[in-house]
């Protein structure tokens, strides 16, 4: 799935039966697997490759979030 800054994505949170949904702010991938460590901001990102990574989002009321890749169910 090809996910871009600006998209809206529904996120699981693994512990609530509704997901919560948002509007992605920034993508974060890590070229070595390690979170925190050698990340890189991008633009767009296609969940297919595999990186580690995560996204940041804001929610309709303005709350925001941050999720990993394998959280994100579905782009909106």
């Known amino acids: 799935m090809l996910i871009k800054v600006g998209d809206n994505v529904s996120v699981n949170l693994r512990r609530k ?5 948002g509007k992605i702010t920034g993508i974060q ?17 296609n969940t297919d ?3 580690t990574g995560s996204i940041d989002y804001e929610t309709e009321n ?15």
Do not use: H, M
């Not at 991938?29 to 990102?45: A, C, K, P, R, W």
């Open 17 to 21: 039966i509704l997901p919560r949904e």
């Open 29 to 45: 991938i890590s070229s070595t697997g390690e979170f925190g460590l050698n990340e890189y901001q991008v633009g767009e990102y």
């Open 49 to 51: 490759c595999k990186y």
């Open 62 to 76: 303005g709350d925001q979030y941050w999720a990993y890749f394998s959280q994100i169910e579905k782009e909106i």
